[in-house]
């Protein structure tokens, strides 16, 4: 057992989405402000907190592995305590604290920002048995005040621009626990991304449940775009990235706005879960097959050279074969750059939960697995064409795959989950993260690319004069 005046260490596991990811760094904030240490090693804190999703099966099973995992480190006597947090624990608050004894604590997707208090309360040797459940408000909006321990790397980071989400489709879970949608106010996301250039954050990652509908719960149908406008004007920042569209979302403003700006990724992630009006209906989706391929070939044409990922559901209750291979046909023609599909997940408390589960997991992974398969020649073939051509990339630092490589992406290519460029040459020239390079592809995998840096590059929008200042700032010891 530890000596009491040495300072608590807390460990966080962090599972799910970016926009979880971001609710696990203001926790993370609060308790180093609170005067907690943090360690990544769970065998070594006193407190574990688990940050879990909830939105489908996998998702599930995974939070409610580790919470598990981690009340064998409480059992064993390692830790003094375990607080589950995040979309499961808001979903199922009750039967977690029922099924996992070793749980301490159960915090919800609006009450994380008590977390430091929590620990204070739990770590308290007086403290009764009673197992705090702090899950009465499903929404909280962090501010720019709000203290934060960015997880990811010092020259990108994720902005949450709202929480929770006004649309309903049939299959989805999360308006039922992270509630409507409620958007930060374009001064907060702006003072933020202020903050965040000041601390050398070059890229900037826009994520909401629905990013374009940002402002609508103010009933400002265009907010996004006077927030991405302010966004643009803010110098350090140079590559603003949208996640998480809604299709039938899109403004000729917004469009215009991304085609001319050239600090605005042309990258769209456009989820679109399905492409057959019936099946479309039943998700209770807004657009129609037709409005969704008029916007794909408006996007194209506006934004030359635009990245598009979208993502699908194979499996929807009642999809026939036939629906099945429109979407198929579909991907197919339309060639998307970057693609995820996703396997039905007949989820309690959707307004679908009711039309069962008839289609089997068998016929589930057949259709994913066809899918995936059809999309990796298509980026083969796309990966293929870059090579011998020279693209701007942003460094991110030494490759995960070997120290002997460095890694870096494409405006086209998304952190977290799109692939990268390999850079197995810099031509003898200092390369760090955080800086913008220009890069010759040599080669071409299926979603990564390898290249060799050919020049030092000025970022989009950045000056001469800072292209000549990096050099020098680039030999200075790494931060
Ligand atoms: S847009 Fe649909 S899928 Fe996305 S969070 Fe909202 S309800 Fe869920």
């Not at 299959?171 to 250039?197: H, K, N, W, Y």
């Not at 209906?281 to 044409?301: A, C, P, T, V, W």
């Not at 992974?365 to 870059?386: A, D, F």
């Not at 290519?413 to 810099?426: C, R, S």
Request: overall charge negative; some cysteine.
């Amino acid at each position: 057992m530890k000596h009491p005046k040495e300072k608590k260490k807390v460990g966080l596991v962090s599972l799910g989405c970016p926009k979880n990811q971001v609710d696990s760094e203001v926790m993370l904030g609060s308790l180093l402000q609170a005067g907690y240490e943090l360690t990544v090693e769970e065998s070594e804190a006193d407190i574990v907190i688990v940050n879990t999703c909830g939105f489908i099966d996998q998702a599930k099973e995974e939070s409610i592995e580790t919470l598990l995992e981690m009340g064998e480190l409480k059992k064993s006597g390692r830790c003094r305590a375990l607080i589950a947090t995040g979309c499961l624990t808001q979903r199922y608050s009750g039967d977690l604290l029922d099924e996992i004894p070793e749980i301490d604590a159960v915090v919800g997707t609006g009450d994380f920002p008590k977390i430091a208090s929590l620990c204070e309360a739990l770590l308290n040797p007086k403290r009764t048995d009673e197992r705090p459940r702090l899950t009465d408000t499903p929404t909280y909006l962090y501010q720019p005040e709000t203290p934060r321990l960015r997880l990811g790397p010092r020259h990108w980071a994720y902005v949450k621009v709202s929480e929770g989400c006004n649309y309903r489709c049939s299959f989805c879970s999360i308006p039922s626990f992270r509630g409507d949608l409620q958007s930060r106010t374009v001064d907060s996301v702006v003072r933020e991304a202020q903050a965040l250039a000041e601390e050398g954050v070059v890229e900037i990652n826009l994520i909401a449940q629905s990013l374009t509908s940002f402002g609508w719960d103010r009933r400002k149908k265009g907010e996004l775009v006077a927030l991405l406008k302010e966004l643009t004007r803010i110098d350090g920042i140079h590559w603003i990235r949208l996640f998480y569209t809604y299709p039938t979302d899109f403004t000729d403003a917004l469009i215009d706005l991304m085609a001319e700006e050239e600090k605005i990724c042309r990258y769209i992630d456009l989820p679109l879960q399905h492409i057959d009006d019936r099946i479309l209906r039943k998700m209770n989706r807004k657009g129609k097959r037709k409005e969704i391929e008029q916007l794909i070939r408006k996007l194209r044409d506006r934004i030359p050279g635009v990245t598009l990922r979208s993502t699908f559901i194979v499996g929807f209750p009642g999809e026939t074969e036939k629906e099945f291979r429109a979407l198929s046909d579909f991907i197919r023609e339309t060639e998307f750059d970057r693609l995820g599909i996703f396997t039905y997940s007949h989820e309690e408390g959707t307004s679908a939960y009711p039309l069962g589960d008839p289609t089997s997991e068998k016929v589930k992974l057949k259709r994913q697995g066809t899918l995936l398969e059809m999309q990796r020649k298509i980026s083969r073939r796309k990966q293929r064409k870059l090579i011998g051509t020279t693209q701007t990339l942003l460094v991110d630092g030494l490759s995960k795959e070997s120290d002997l490589l460095l890694e870096g992406r494409l405006e086209g290519q998304a952190p977290d989950v799109d692939g990268v460029v390999l850079i197995n040459d810099t031509a003898g020239k200092a390369v760090n993260a955080g800086e913008f390079v220009s890069v010759r592809m040599t080669a071409a995998h299926d979603y990564d690319l390898v290249g060799e840096v050919v020049e030092r590059e000025a970022g989009p929008g950045e000056t001469q004069k800072e292209k000549a200042l990096l050099p020098m700032i680039s030999s200075l010891p790494h931060g």
